[in-house]
């Protein structure tokens, strides 16, 4: 006679309450989007700060998503960061490259010495940063224009301590065997490196892509022609226009978002690998 083998209760049970944590953690991130994915579809005669809130809209509306399309100029807004995009995420994405490699795969006095200065721009806070970013920016002459807005973003510490670690984690032969083979410095990082860190690349992408397209401080700082606006000056700007209308507000978020999010769906793939690729190297 065949014996069935006993249900590991205790098993089942600490898998079902790490589940009903986990869903825990995850409601508690994803409630205030959802939150605010509701507002912008609900009516005016709907009371956004009911208690217990309201997440159904009765009924769904669409007329604040096209009131914050049309009030300031959105799709100009929309326009610019996009731009930004195009140009400083893969700048950004290249320099951050071409800088870690010799510090991962080089040997040269100094290195280490360079390495850590750029790890402890690191702990600087960003406000930190503004005044001497300003004051360099305006010694170029380059206050209220793209120009201003793009340079100082186009490397970072964490980029360059991810890359790193990323290269880090490629065997040496592979480099060497392409040295033997007569590839030059340049042709080792461009043909054979590089290639080898796109789940990195793909990682530091998405947080390019992020900090790119929330980023607030700098540009009203630097910027005062409403035309270069990117799209989170215009979340301010519909702000200050609406004040009090949260619906119309929260409309515009959800916008700005759709971006964002697609973005990083069309990235998730690479995303995870690349991080733990870096953390392991």
């Known amino acids: 006679m065949i014996k069935r083998p006993k249900t590991n209760w205790m098993k089942i049970s600490k898998l079902a309450l790490l589940y009903l944590l986990l869903i825990g953690v995850a409601c508690i991130f994803i409630g205030p989007f959802l939150w605010l994915l509701s507002t912008a579809f609900k009516s005016n005669s709907q009371d956004v700060f009911s208690f217990p809130p309201s997440f159904i809209p009765k009924p769904a509306v669409i007329d604040h998503f096209i009131e914050a399309w049309t009030a300031i100029p959105f799709p100009r807004y929309l326009l610019n960061s996009f731009l930004l995009i195009i ?13 870690a490699y010799p510090l991962a795969r080089m040997n040269f006095p100094g290195r280490n010495f360079i390495f850590y200065a750029i790890i402890a721009t690191m702990f600087l806070p960003e406000e930190g940063k503004l005044v001497p970013l300003y004051i360099i920016v305006e010694k170029l002459g380059l206050v209220d224009s793209w120009w201003g807005l793009i340079l100082p ?12 670690q990323s290269y880090l984690a490629i065997p040496k032969e592979i480099e060497e065997a392409a040295i033997i083979d007569g590839c030059g410095p340049f042709r080792v990082w461009w043909s054979i490196i590089l290639p080898l860190t796109r789940p990195t690349l793909a990682a530091l992408s998405v947080f390019a892509f992020i900090s790119v397209w929330n980023s607030f401080m700098w540009p009203l700082i630097i910027l005062k022609d409403d035309s270069l606006f990117p799209i989170s000056l215009g979340l301010a700007y519909l702000s200050g226009t609406f004040g009090t209308d949260v619906k119309t507000m ?7 978002l759709v971006p964002v999010i697609i973005f990083y769906i069309a990235m998730q793939r690479h995303f995870v690998s690349g991080l733990q690729g870096s953390i392991k190297g």
């Not at 973003?153 to 790193?164: A, C, N, P, T």
């Not at 929260?250 to 700005?256: F, R």
């Open 87 to 99: 140009i400083m995420v893969p700048a950004h994405i290249f320099l951050t490259a071409l800088t």
């Open 153 to 164: 973003g186009l490397v970072g510490g964490f980029s360059i301590f991810l890359m790193r």
């Open 250 to 256: 929260a409309a515009g978020v959800v916008i700005s």
